[in-house]
């Protein structure tokens, strides 16, 4: 057998791909760089859990009807425009249930709810799982019908 090309591997192809394996580790180290910051900003996640758990039940207590504790204070009733809405607990997840059906979480991974009412604040005593307790008042907005 002859072999015409017999040129091997020449410094022009050496620092072409010199010149990719540059490019691709500072892409990776681009990455790292960016990936720190971003776990810092959600490495709370029962915090942010938290807000928009407050957000859904603000949202909820704006515009009602009647609203009534149950269970002790461990469930909410509220009529709405969209009817009946039951908040309670089962198991680890705060829910909402609209005439008795559907199951939408609200707050996970929690111990225990109990909720007071004084006439114009609704206060939910919440405790997580992992011991710590959150308290949040939200404003209750009847309306007749």
Known sequence: MKMTDQR?????ESIFQLM???AFIQL??????W???IEQQYSDYSATEWELFSIDLQLLLS???DIQLR?????IRIRNSRGIIDISQSNTVIRQQVYGKGH????????SVTYAFDGMELVAYVTM???SHKERGFAVGLYSK
């Open 8 to 12: 091997g591997y020449t410094l022009l």
């Open 20 to 22: 990719i394996m540059v």
């Open 28 to 33: 990776f180290l681009l990455f790292f760089f």
């Open 35 to 37: 990936k720190e910051p």
């Open 63 to 65: 515009d009602i009807s």
């Open 71 to 75: 269970d002790e204070g461990r469930t």
């Open 104 to 111: 939408v979480p609200l707050l996970t991974e929690i111990q």
């Open 129 to 131: 799982r992992d011991g």
